[in-house]
């Protein structure tokens, strides 16, 4: 019987591939795979515990703060603080970024940036969750304290992304820059192991991902596009299904292995999009191109926007390439008219 390949073992097999490789980066991985591993343990007996619900208060998005939000958002901070590479985070549930100034961290080199717990509010009715991670160099000296400017890097600068969806089986799905693979959790001996390869998004596929509630409020382009997924065509496969879970990993994670595009356009309700392009946008941007995908704001690519603030909002158009494309094609029609 072949013994599958760990995490921790494939991270120090690759760790050459890694920018600046000095093991740094591959302890800072470690340090998300444990925080993961607590924060599943804890959605797994969130209906026998005190921990579902709201907190009755706000985040900085204006969004019900979730008592499980909370909790991950802890989990990760304690991980990524016990260890020494990492100089500051900025977290979705955090006004502004954290910085770590005590003397272990002086010389780190990385920070991060993160959705502690993606689409919270379904975890009352058992929907899958997840997180989302992204790593940077930073660049102002070290040995002085982090700055905003660390943080307001555009995607292209990511050394490392990557996303854990918490569902029927738990996976964490990471990129540095050489190919995309997932690891999926042996809950009995608690240990991620090696299950998706190289893993690469279909070219085309069947499913569109879009919450149609908000049909009314999106732009022109967006609605038609909609309406061609909708229509009969035997040669293209059409109609499209819809597929809308309400939690982006999920969404991007079912897209990404079957093929499929995911749009959350500008709107009324959404001027600028609802996504956040620094902890959001940018890693998922950044594991579907190194899966062959694509993934724009509508009319340039989201690894090229320059940020402005921690907490931006963009609209974001990803998944197989071809239907990126095709959605690209309506909003040109209906913007030039």
């Known amino acids: 019987m072949v013994q599958p390949t760990t995490l921790g073992e494939f991270i120090v097999e690759n760790q050459k591939d890694f920018p600046f490789a000095t093991g740094d980066l591959s302890h800072l991985l470690t340090s998300i795979r444990l925080a993961a591993k607590v924060v599943n343990r804890e959605i797994n007996k969130a209906g026998l515990a005190d921990i579902l619900g709201a907190m009755g208060q706000d985040n900085i998005q204006g969004e019900a703060q979730q008592k499980l939000d909370v909790m991950a958002n802890d989990t990760f901070m304690r991980a990524l603080r016990s260890m020494g590479q990492v100089c500051g985070v900025g977290s979705e549930e955090e006004e502004h970024y954290i910085s770590f100034d005590d ?50 890097q555009p995607g292209d600068a990511q050394v490392a992304a990557g996303y854990v969806v918490y569902g029927s089986s738990t996976m964490l799905v990471y990129t540095t820059g050489n190919g995309v693979n997932g690891f999926t959790l042996d809950p009995s001996i608690g240990v991620f192991c090696l299950s998706h390869r190289d893993m690469q998004i279909p070219k085309s596929g069947n499913i569109y991902s879009v919450n149609e509630g908000n049909y009314v409020h999106f732009p022109q382009g967006v609605k038609e596009y909609i309406k ?18 309400g939690s982006l990993v999920s969404d991007f994670h079912r897209n990404l292995i079957k093929g499929g595009v995911y749009l ?24 579907v191109e190194q899966a062959g995908g694509t993934a724009t704001n509508g009319k340039q690519r989201i690894l090229e926007l320059q940020p402005s603030e921690l907490h931006e909002r963009v609209p974001f158009f990803i998944g197989s390439p071809e239907m990126v494309d095709m959605a690209h094609a309506f909003l040109r029609r209906y913007e030039e008219e």
């Open 264 to 287: 959350y356009p500008t709107g009324t309700m959404a001027p600028n999009g609802k996504l956040r392009l620094l902890y959001e946008c940018n890693p998922l941007a950044f594991i």
């Open 103 to 152: 003397d272990i961290h002086r010389e780190a080199k990385y920070v991060v940036l993160m959705d502690p717990l993606d689409g919270s509010s379904n975890i009352d009715v058992n929907v899958s969750v997840g997180t989302i991670f992204s790593i940077y160099r930073r660049i102002t000296p070290t040995g002085t304290p982090v700055t905003l400017e660390d943080f307001l």
């Open 228 to 245: 061609y997924c909708q229509q009969f065509d035997a040669a293209s496969g059409r109609p499209y299904t819809s597929r809308y879970i």
